[in-house]
């Protein structure tokens, strides 16, 4: 035989194939890794979107939704991406003209801005640093100060994604009623819900926005409003014209189980199975879940030397971490170098944070095990990519991980004796 030696880019090709053998850590905030369960559910054939059994499957999923949300009002699930929530949530309720209220936290923040003026809304967007959530006493302010009542909506995002800052919703709404304001308040709970403590009856919310490739552990493609009486009487006098995103033409076939036009059949299937999983492991156990791998990731952090971008405590964000990058250091640079030795995508930095942030998801189908993988992936990349750090930051998550609490097993798994 004459064998020969690979030439040169022959064995980079095999040692690139060899490095991302093994599972990819997608440790993004979302879309989020979908459970093998709800890969399951979703392998179905599609069904008669008119049927008995479909009817069956809907009421389930939209009942579910109610669980999840924690209210007793209607949730809408449109077929579409968080986007689509959010455009429902404006077009159903406001009027070319209305002046509502927003807080600059972040990138997608500033997004949902930039929407509403697109549909002629007048913003008076707050300034933020975005290091922080939406302070209730500044929107309290601005309420009293609004002795005309022109303020037709208070729009806030739970979670931002592109800053790991969560905003008080509680408080804000408390800030609210102390004004003695009739403005409506609406949530973006798009990469919170399912993730993290949300109660959009007990809050007095009026229209909570979300969607599936988050907390829900779905693929993207559903988009939800859960809306109040009050959000639901603004929708029948307002004037913004709407047609694919109109509540009031879902929620009459969504009272049995249908909706107006063809649905997401398969996505629905998943969304079943997320809800029982959310459900089994049950709602308070999740957001502990998630609040304990948040600060065994923001112990590694400190441990490393780098800093958390959001600065407020109380706002730590249980669905993700955004950690600041050494001056002189490219977090694009980092995350690259991460992603090809080993095979982890981390969340970049978005707009005024780009290139000076990297985020690390730990939400949904995430535990221990995990984040200790993804942390020392961060940590061993950090090493490789000559950032200056202090190693042993995965040590140091890992003896606070040990401390286990009560009532964490699996609910699908149980010790046999032999």
């Known amino acids: 035989m004459n064998a020969k030696w690979p ?3 022959a064995r980079t090709r095999r040692q690139e194939v060899f490095m991302h053998q093994g599972r990819h850590f997608l440790q993004i905030p979302g879309p989020s890794p979908v459970p093998e369960r709800v890969l399951r559910a ?10 008995a059994e479909f009817g069956e499957l809907g009421r389930t999923v939209l009942e579910g939704s109610q669980k999840i949300f924690q209210t007793k009002a209607p949730v809408i699930i449109f077929p579409s991406s968080g986007t689509g929530a959010w455009e429902a949530a404006i077009v159903n309720t406001l009027s070319p003209g209305d002046k ?12 949902w801005r930039q929407m509403a003026g697109r549909f002629g809304i007048e913003v008076d967007f707050v300034p933020g640093d975005w290091r922080r959530g939406a302070d209730p006493m500044v929107i309290e302010a601005k309420l009293t100060e609004d002795k005309a009542r022109a303020i037709k909506a208070v729009m806030v995002v739970h979670n931002e994604t592109s800053t790991g800052a969560t905003s008080r919703i509680a408080e804000i709404r408390a800030a609210i009623d102390r004004a003695s304001h009739p403005a409506l308040l609406m949530v973006d709970t798009i990469s919170s819900l399912g993730s993290v403590d949300y109660r959009h009856d007990e809050w007095k919310v009026d229209v909570s926005v979300s969607c599936s490739q988050k907390g829900f552990m779905l693929p993207p493609g559903l988009g939800f409003n859960a809306i109040s009486e009050k959000a639901l009487a603004a929708s029948k006098t307002n004037k913004m014209p709407r047609s694919y995103f109109d509540w009031e033409g879902m929620l009459k076939p969504n009272a049995k189980g249908f909706f107006p036009y063809t649905p997401a059949t398969n996505l629905l299937y998943g969304l079943r199975e997320a809800i029982a999983m959310l459900l089994e492991e049950g709602l308070a156990n999740v957001f502990a879940r998630h609040q304990r791998l948040a600060a065994a990731t923001r ?16 706002e730590f964000s249980p669905v993700l971490t955004a950690v ?12 690259k170098v991460v992603l090809d030795n080993y095979n982890m995508s981390l969340g970049s930095g978005l707009s005024k944070v780009a290139g000076k942030v990297f985020r690390i998801g730990h939400l949904g189908e995430c535990n221990a095990l ?8 961060v940590e061993m990349g950090l090493s490789v990519a000559g950032v200056p750090h202090r190693s042993g930051g995965v040590d140091v998550a890992m003896k606070l991980l040990e401390q286990r609490p009560q009532g964490n097993a699996s609910p699908h798994l149980k010790v046999v004796g032999t």
């Open 370 to 377: 995990t984040l200790l993988g993804a942390l020392t992936g």
């Open 100 to 111: 509502v209220l927003m807080v600059e936290t972040g990138h997608f923040a500033t997004l």
């Open 299 to 314: 112990a590694a952090v400190n441990h490393w030397g780098l800093e958390v971008l959001c600065q407020e405590p109380s």
């Open 42 to 51: 979703m392998d179905m054939p599609v069904i008669d979107h008119r049927s």
């Open 324 to 335: 600041l990058m050494p001056p002189g250091h490219d977090a694009d640079g980092f995350r």
């Open 7 to 9: 030439t040169e880019p």
